[in-house]
Structures are given as C-alpha cells and as structure tokens.
C-alpha cells in the first residue's frame, strides 16, 4: 500500500540556477535542503578514494577482458590500429551519449526515463559494431555496457536486463541486411522487444499501469530512434575507416546511380550482360553460403571499364565487328584494358 501510494505522487522538478544561494548561514535545514544538497554532491563532499579505485578498477578489467577475447577469437580486429580506434569511438560516443544526450537535448530525464535511454544507445553500439566489425565482439560489447550501465544507475539490474535483451535482438536484426526493407523489419524487431521488456520486467517489479503505458512509448520510441542513430553512424563511419557495410552495398545496387546509368546509355549491351550476371552469382552465392549481395554489387560494376570502348566487345556490336580492322596483339590490348578503365572510372566515381 505504502508502495502505491508513492508510486501516485507526481516527480517534482527543481531547477538550481548558477549563482544560487542554496542555504542560507543560520538557516533552519529543511528535507527541500537536504534534496538540493543530495543533486550536487554536497552531502560527501569528499572524494571517497575507494569509491574511485574501485571504479578504476572496474572500468581496466572491462578494457583488459575486451582486449583479451579480441586477441584470441578476433586477432584480424586485435592488429589493426584503425579497427579497434573505431571499436573505442562506438563505445565512447555511446558513453557520452548515455551520460549527456538527454542534457544537451534540454530532457529532464527521471531514473526510469534514463533507463530507456540507456536502451536506445547500447542498442545502437551493438548495431554498429555488428554491421562494422563483428556480431560476435557486438554482443561482447553490449553485455559489458549494460551490466556497467546497470551498475551506474544506482544498481538498477532490471535495466541492465532489459538493455542487453534489446540489444542482442537489434543485432541479430542487422546482422544479415539484405533489402531496404531490412531496416523496417529491424525497427519493428527491437521496437517488440523493447515492449516485451517493458511488460515483463514491470510486471514483475510490480509497476503500475501508468508507467508501463510510459514505458511502452518509449519502446517503441526508442526502437525507431535507435535504428535512425545506428543508420546515421553507419553513414559517418564506414567510409573514413574503409568498410563497405550491407547498407553501402544496397546503395551502390541502385541502378539510379550515374555510372550505371551511364553504362546504360553508352554500353547497353555489357549493362544486360552485368546484370545478367548478377542474378547467376547471386544464385550461386546462395546455394553455397556465400554473401550474394555483394557479389550481385561487384557483378554490376565488373564491366563498367568497357564504356571507354564499347563496340570492341561483342555484346555491343549490332553489324560491324571492330577487330576485323585490328591487328591480334591490339585487340587484345584494347580488351585488357577495360580492367584499367573499369579501376579508373571506379576512383572517379568514387
């Protein structure tokens, strides 16, 4: 009963402005006081060193137990400079997230609130480091931030719970983007397992209605905004650090792009013929495991070298062919070069 009734009482907000005298000398504390005292550290005004070495130490035998499981199960990631400054800049930046997103978006965020934040950006790490790296370190990182981040919110583990649930959907959802359409499945995905979350946890914690309907519009809200950071991070990063994602790949297979649409027009002939190509390797790449939407992408551009010569290839010739003038030695010359051409076109491009 007592549970319930302070469930009905409404959050107060206070804000304390710079400058601001919080007590007066001589003035009688009251439990306003004690609460200002208690939002700006004032009740412990002294650095607990242990508090800080713990922390310390937490915090390097998460780093130390990462680098160990990615120098013996992912060495290719371990070696490489650039892949583990990308890995630390996913995980910093959803630190910073977790820690100012709702300040510099002016959000007043509650202990439950910031909870479900905490899901949108800890799913969003998991998918990125998924589509970027490997599904595997993703769900080494999302355990290691959600039982860290559980820890931070005063030991709430409900969250920490429901962050990881979250977040190992969101990157089963994107580890395998094949379609657009894809990305709304995925969206959709984590949007029912953040409900799924928000229902059962409560339930057992014995939250009032209210706040599961609360809770419920910021499943799905943080489905969606997760999967809108994850496509924006992927946008940002994949091209500095030289990844070519599934969501790149769906970008270079639309036919609108100007190199294919100049194919068309200049080659039709070797444009029929790529495509043509491009449903048998992606068949193939599917009978055998293969990853068949990159090889559909590589068999789309595989020829575009020929426009600089067209009618030296016999898919463009209609009545005249260009070699009956040539001598052997040139023509193959001329027909080895669409390699260059093609590596050319590709750079200018971009």
């Not at 790490?125 to 860290?148: D, E, K």
Request: net charge positive.
């Amino acid at each position: 009963a007592q549970d319930k009734e302070m469930q009905s009482i409404p959050v107060q907000y206070r804000q304390i402005n710079l400058g601001e005298v919080v007590i007066e000398k001589g003035q009688r504390v009251t439990p306003e006081h004690i609460d200002k005292f208690m939002a700006l550290g004032l009740r412990h005004p002294r650095v607990d060193y242990v508090t800080v070495l713990c922390i310390g130490l937490l915090v390097a035998s998460v780093v130390l137990l990462a680098m160990m499981y990615l120098a013996r199960y992912h060495g290719l990631i371990y070696q490489s400079t650039k892949l583990l400054l990308l890995l630390s800049i996913i995980v910093i930046v959803t630190v910073l997230g977790l820690k100012l997103g709702g300040t510099m978006l002016g959000i007043k965020l509650s202990g439950v609130q910031f909870g479900y934040f905490a899901m949108i950006w800890i799913s969003t790490a998991g998918m990125l480091t998924a589509i970027l790296l490997n599904p595997q370190v993703a769900v080494l990182v999302v355990a290691l931030l959600s039982t860290t981040s559980g820890l931070a919110m005063n030991h709430e583990l409900r969250w920490a719970v429901a962050a990881l649930v979250s977040s190992l959907v969101a990157i089963y959802a994107v580890s395998d983007i094949r379609h657009r359409s894809d990305l709304t499945r995925a969206a959709l995905a984590v949007s029912i397992a953040n409900l799924a979350m928000v229902w059962m946890i409560g339930r057992i914690s014995g939250d009032a209605m209210g706040d599961l309907l609360m809770g419920s519009g910021w499943a799905v809200v943080g489905g969606l905004g997760s999967i809108g950071l994850f496509w924006l991070g992927t946008a940002a990063l994949e091209k500095p650090f030289g990844i070519t994602t599934h969501i790149r790949l769906l970008e270079l297979s639309d036919t609108n792009n100007p190199i294919l649409k100049r194919l068309l027009m200049e080659a039709p002939g070797t444009y029929s013929h790529s495509v043509f190509v491009g449903n048998l390797a992606a068949g193939a790449a599917e009978v055998i495991g293969a990853d068949a939407l990159l090889v559909r992408v590589a068999s789309y551009y595989h020829d575009v070298g020929k426009m600089r010569r067209p009618h030296f290839f016999v898919e463009n010739q209609h009545v005249e062919n260009a070699h009956d003038r040539l001598n052997p030695s040139l023509s193959a010359l001329v027909i080895r070069s669409h390699t260059k051409d093609g590596l050319e076109l590709a750079k200018e491009y971009r």
